[in-house]
Nanobody, 126 residues
């Protein structure tokens, strides 16, 4: 069975950092374009960062550009989201996603996501 499992969510103070992890099982991450989405209370789910299977193409939303970095460890079959300079607006449930298309531009909607993780909660508060 193909699954994605996120971890790393926590309560962190403004200005702090967190690294989220998404471990895949049942398939190899390096064959797919992957990404991270988030959903804040009362808001729609939005794409945060996505990358093509090769890593050549990446997408970052304007709100996280320069602060977040997506990466992949093939040996661990895991993708990561390094989040720095966190602020309260980053508070959300973060979801790992697998796309059914290549590239990174699919990150602007949820239309092309074919597999979701269960989510991990990130709370930024003092």
């Amino acid at each position: 069975q193909e699954q994605l499992e996120e971890s790393g969510g926590a309560l962190v103070q403004p200005g702090g950092s967190l690294r989220l992890a998404c471990a895949a099982s049942g398939f190899s991450l390096d064959h797919y374009a992957m990404g991270w989405y988030r959903q804040a209370p009362g808001k729609e789910r939005e794409g945060v960062s996505c990358r093509s299977s090769s890593g050549v193409y990446t997408f970052y939303s304007d709100s996280v550009k320069g602060r977040f970095t997506i990466s992949r460890d093939n040996a661990k079959n895991t993708i990561y989201l390094q989040m720095n300079s966190l602020n309260p607006e980053d508070t959300a449930v973060y979801y790992c996603a697998r796309s059914r298309v290549e590239g990174s531009s699919w990150c602007t909607s949820s239309e092309y996501v074919e597999l979701w993780g269960q989510g991990t909660l990130v709370t930024v508060s003092s």
